[in-house]
C-alpha cells in the first residue's frame, strides 16, 4: 500500500510564478521527509529535507513545510524557471528503518 | 561531494540471459539501495544492503538477487531477464547519521530486454 502519495501527476506553471508540489503519507511514524528532483535519463537528485521536529526548511529558492497533524508537506519553488522543469519525488523515512518510501513523482513543467 | 556510478548508462539484453547491474559509491557509505523506476509506478525498492554480505528484501525482490562483497560495490543480478524487467535502474547509497536518511543516486541504468 502506497506510503506516500503525490495525487498530481503533474503541474504547469509560469517562469517566475511560485510552484507548489503537494505530498501527504499515511505513516504517522515517518520522521524524516525529502524532496528530489529527476531529469529524463538521470538518477534523482537530493533538493530539501525535513525533519519531523521542524515546520519549514528553506534552501534559496525552495522551502519545504510539514503539517504533522495533516500529514502532509508541500514544497515550493520561488520564482520558478524553466530548468525547474522535471520530475519531483518526495520521499519519507521512520527511524527505525533504512529504507525510503517514495511517492510516485509529480511531473512540474514552468513555461517561459 | 557524494559520488555513486553504475556500470551501464544503456542495456540491450534478450530474454533469457543473466544480467549484472554494478554500482560503485566512493564515500564509504554503509547503506546501498537498487530501485527501478517506471512511468506511473515512481521509485520501487528492490533490495537493500546495511553492511558487507548483508542484503534485505525491498518491495519487489522476485526475479532479482543481489551481492556485495565489498562495502563500496553492490550488485545487482537479473538471474534470467525478462521483458517485464525492461526498466530504468537506480542505485543509491546512504550514510545513516542520527536517524536520518538522505540518499545519494547513481545516474541510472536504462535496461531493455528484447
Known amino acids: 500500500d502506497q506510503q506516500v502519495k503525490q495525487n498530481s501527476p503533474s503541474l504547469s506553471v509560469q517562469e517566475g510564478r511560485i510552484s507548489i508540489l503537494n505530498c501527504d503519507y499515511t505513516?504517522?511514524?515517518?520522521?524524516?521527509f525529502l524532496w528530489y528532483k529527476k531529469y529524463p535519463a538521470e538518477g534523482p537528485t537530493f533538493l530539501i529535507s525535513i525533519s519531523s521536529i521542524k515546520d519549514k526548511n528553506e534552501d534559496g529558492r525552495f522551502t519545504v513545510f510539514l503539517n504533522k497533524s495533516a500529514k502532509h508537506l508541500s514544497l515550493h519553488i520561488v520564482p520558478s524557471q524553466p530548468g525547474d522543469s522535471a520530475v519531483y519525488f518526495c520521499a519519507a523515512n521512520e527511524n527505525s528503518g533504512y529504507a525510503l518510501n517514495f511517492g510516485k513523482g509529480t511531473s512540474l513543467l514552468v513555461t517561459p | 561531494d557524494v559520488k555513486v556510478t553504475q556500470s551501464s548508462r544503456y542495456l540491450v539484453k534478450r530474454t533469457g540471459e543473466k544480467v549484472f547491474l554494478e554500482c560503485v559509491q566512493d564515500?564509504?557509505?554503509?547503506?546501498m539501495f537498487w530501485y527501478r523506476q517506471d512511468p506511473g509506478l515512481g521509485l520501487r525498492l528492490i533490495y537493500f544492503s546495511y553492511d558487507v554480505k548483508m542484503k534485505e528484501k525491498g518491495d519487489i525482490p522476485e526475479g532479482y538477487s543481489v551481492s556485495r562483497e565489498k562495502k563500496e560495490r553492490f550488485s545487482l543480478i537479473l538471474e534470467s531477464a525478462s521483458t517485464n524487467q525492461t526498466s530504468m535502474y537506480l542505485c543509491?547509497?546512504?550514510?545513516?547519521?542520527?536517524?536520518?536518511?538522505?540518499?545519494?543516486f547513481g545516474p541510472g541504468t536504462r535496461l531493455l530486454v528484447l
Open positions: 564515500m564509504d557509505h554503509e547503506n
Open positions: 543509491a547509497s546512504s550514510l545513516r547519521d542520527a536517524g536520518q536518511e538522505t540518499q545519494y
Open positions: 505513516n504517522s511514524m515517518f520522521d524524516y
